[in-house]
Nanobody, 125 residues
Framework: QVQLRESGGGVVQTGDSLRVSCTAS????????MGWFRRAPGQAREFLAR????????NYADSVKGRFTLAGINADNTVTLQMNSLRPEDTATYYC??????????????????WGQGTQVTVSS
């Protein structure tokens, strides 16, 4: 089993930057890719970005491309999402997710096998 723990959420103002991190533990050898989603109140969970274990297969949602940057998975099994030029519409709970080996890689919730508990990001106007 794999456990994911997010950190780094908080309250910022429009235009600020914030970094959220996710650390995997447990059977990390099972992980093929890690990524980030978010869910705003009353909305479905939205894919943001993901990266493969070796740094390949990096992909961003159009809504965050150019503002958010996903660092590759480091030796501490941590993946970090750097978020710049934040907007009030970025307010959401941010979830880390991991995809298991031998599964097809993709960007939907159903592609990911493990989930963190989420960390809240609030952007005030």
């Amino acid at each position: 089993q794999v456990q994911l723990r997010e950190s780094g959420g908080g309250v910022v103002q429009t235009g600020d930057s914030l970094r959220v991190s996710c650390t995997a533990s447990g059977r990390t050898s099972n992980i093929y890719a890690m990524g980030w989603f978010r869910r705003a109140p009353g909305q479905a969970r939205e894919f943001l970005a993901r990266v493969g274990w070796n740094g390949a297969y990096i992909n961003y949602a159009d809504s965050v491309k150019g503002r958010f940057t996903l660092a590759g998975i480091n030796a501490d099994n941590t993946v970090t999402l750097q978020m710049n030029s934040l907007r009030p519409e970025d307010t959401a709970t941010y979830y880390c997710a991991a995809l298991r080996r031998f599964r097809p890689i993709g960007n939907t919730e159903s592609h990911f096998d493990y989930w963190g508990q989420g960390t809240q990001v609030t952007v005030s106007s």
